[in-house]
C-alpha cells in the first residue's frame, strides 16, 4: 500500500533532534524540530511547510536557520508551531540579520507562527520577507482543542509536557486513507484521472452517497457506484513524536493519551535506567520509560532516540531496554526499529 508520507531522523539517534516528514503528494514535508538540519538537501527543505517545535533548548532549534536560508526566496508560508513564547524567539532570530536587500519585488516568502499553551492555539503573528520580516498580527486559527493544524489529508495534535519549562508532544494523523481499486474502476467502465482527488475528497468529507461526481467527458458516477467497488476507506497513517519529557506519572499520562495508537513513535531515550535519578534531574525519559510510554499508547512501532553522548560506546543498550520494555508492556510484543550502526 503506498504511505502517506515517510518520516526519518535527519541525524540518526543519536544527533540533535529532528524528524523529516516527507509527504506523498507533491512538493510537501514537515518538521519536527529543527536541531541538526544539515544532512537535508536544499530541495529538501525548500520543501518543508510547517516546523512544529517542541521548545527552544539549542539542539531542537539551532538550526532553524539553516531551513530559513533555504526557504528564503521561495514564495511560499512556513508556518511554526512551538510553545509560549516563540513568536519573540523567531522575531529575535530574525532581528539578527539585516534584510535592507529585501522589499516588494522579493519572493513572497512569510513565517506563520503560532503558540500553543495549555491545550490549545493562543497567539499567532506573522513575518512577510516583502515587509523585511517586521512582526505583524496573524489571525489564529479556530480549531478544536489541542489541534495545532488540520488539513484536508491530515492533522496534528500537541500536547503540553513539563521538561522544567514547556515542551510539546506532537501526533500526527492522516484522516482517512481512500485506497483506489483499479479492477473495480474497470469494472465501472471508468479510468484512472484528476476526477478521483475528488472522489476521494467526497468520501473524506462523509458527502452523501448520492453526490454526483464528474468523470471526464461529459460522463458522471455517484459516490454510492464508487464506494465499495472502485473506493475503499482504510484507517490512515499515523506518527507520534515525544522528546524532551520528564518521566512523571502527568506527563506519562498526557504523552501517552496523545499518542494513542500512532503507528510509529519518535521518543526520546535519552538515558538508561540506571541513570533515572540523573533522568529525573534532566527532566528526561530513560528507554524504559519510553518503551512504557510507547506501550501504553498501543503504538506499533517504537523509534528511540536522542541519545545521551555519554553511552556513546553502546547506543544499542539504550534501544534493547526501550525494546524490551515496550515489549514486556505492549499487547502485541511490537519490536523496536533497529538502530543503523548500532
Ligand atoms: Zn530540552
Redesign the pocket.
Known amino acids: 500500500m503506498a504511505r502517506f508520507f515517510r518520516a526519518r531522523l535527519v541525524d540518526g539517534p543519536a544527533g540533535d533532534p529532528a524528524v523529516f516528514v516527507d509527504f506523498r503528494f507533491a512538493g510537501r514535508a514537515l518538521l519536527l524540530d529543527a536541531g541538526d538540519l544539515a544532512p537535508l538537501s536544499g530541495r529538501e527543505l525548500g520543501r518543508v511547510g510547517d516546523l512544529l517545535l517542541s521548545?527552544a533548548?539549542m539542539d531542537?532549534f539551532a538550526d532553524f536557520d539553516r531551513l530559513l536560508r533555504a526557504c528564503l526566496h521561495r514564495p511560499r508560508r512556513l508556518r511554526i508551531v512551538g510553545p509560549a513564547g516563540l513568536i519573540d524567539r523567531v522575531g529575535s532570530r530574525l532581528a539578527s540579520y539585516s534584510w535592507n536587500l529585501l522589499g516588494p519585488h522579493s519572493a513572497d516568502f512569510s513565517l506563520l507562527v503560532l503558540e500553543f499553551a495549555g491545550d490549545g492555539l493562543r497567539r499567532a503573528a506573522s513575518f512577510a520577507a516583502r515587509d523585511a520580516f517586521r512582526r505583524s498580527e496573524a489571525a489564529l486559527p479556530v480549531l478544536p482543542p489541542g489541534v495545532v493544524l488540520d488539513e484536508e489529508e491530515f492533522s496534528v495534535e500537541a500536547a503540553e509536557l513539563d521538561?522544567g519549562i514547556p515542551?510539546l508532544g506532537f501526533a500526527l494523523r492522516e484522516k482517512m486513507r481512500v485506497n483506489v481499486w483499479r479492477e473495480g474502476l474497470a469494472a465501472l467502465g471508468l479510468s484512472v484521472g484528476p476526477w478521483l482527488n475528488a472522489a476521494k475528497r467526497a468520501l473524506r468529507q462523509g458527502a452523501s452517497d448520492d453526490t454526483v461526481l464528474p468523470v471526464g467527458g461529459g460522463a458522471a458516477v455517484s459516490l454510492g457506484m464508487l464506494r465499495g467497488r472502485a473506493l475503499h476507506p482504510a484507517p490512515g497513517q499515523s506518527l507520534g513524536y515525544l522528546t524532551?519529557m520528564a518521566g512523571t506519572a502527568a506527563n506519562i499520562g498526557r504523552a501517552a493519551a496523545l499518542m494513542r495508537g500512532v503507528d510509529q513513535l519518535f521518543i526520546e531515550a535519552m538515558f538508561l535506567d540506571i541513570d533515572a535519578a540523573l533522568a529525573a534531574e534532566r527532566r528526561h525519559l530513560t528507554a524504559r520509560q519510553a518503551g512504557r510510554i510507547a506501550a501504553m499508547a498501543g503504538a506499533g512501532r517504537i523509534v528511540p532516540f536522542h541519545f545521551s553522548a555519554r553511552y556513546h560506546a553502546d547506543f544499542g543498550a539504550l534501544v534493547r531496554e526501550a525494546e524490551t520494555a515496550f515489549a514486556e508492556a505492549g499487547p502485541h510484543g511490537a519490536r523496536a526499529a533497529p538502530v543503523p550502526g548500532s
Open positions: 521548545h533548548h531542537h521538561h515542551c524532551d
